[in-house]
Nanobody, 123 residues
Framework: VQLQASGGGLVQAGDSLRLSCVAS????????MGWFRQAPGKEREFVAG????????YYGDSVKGRFTISRDNAKSTVYLQMNSLKPEDTAVYHC?????????????????WGQGTQVTVSS
């Protein structure tokens, strides 16, 4: 599986943005997909995850109620809808995949990573 993330940009606080991650490969139903982010000088942080087959989603505490992860089977794409953005959401956002249907928020639990997309939220 290869991952291609896109959709980042510069927005103002309170705005919305949607990130996309196209997954190429077979047997996607066996994977759990995740979004992580990393701000300068900080560790990579779990944002959201979703099991491809069941569509079960889970979130990091800092984004609950503001971000929504979803997937489109026909397009092999995972989305991260980000609403009510804050300056502290500024980071490089990475899409990741885990060959398991057991969800995890651990960075080490994900095997495959796409390139990051920059999200900058101005105050």
């Amino acid at each position: 599986v290869q991952l291609q993330a896109s959709g980042g940009g510069l927005v103002q606080a309170g705005d919305s943005l949607r990130l996309s991650c196209v997954a190429s490969g077979r047997a996607l139903s066996r994977y759990t997909m995740g979004w992580f982010r990393q701000a300068p000088g900080k560790e990579r942080e779990f944002v959201a995850g979703i099991t491809w087959s069941a569509g079960s989603s889970y979130y990091g505490d800092s984004v609950k109620g503001r971000f929504t992860i979803s997937r489109d089977n026909a397009k092999s794409t995972v989305y991260l809808q980000m609403n009510s953005l804050k300056p502290e959401d500024t980071a490089v956002y990475h899409c990741a995949a885990r060959l398991s249907v057991v969800p995890t928020s651990s960075v080490k639990g994900f095997d495959l990573w796409g390139q990051g997309t920059q999200v900058t939220v101005s105050s």
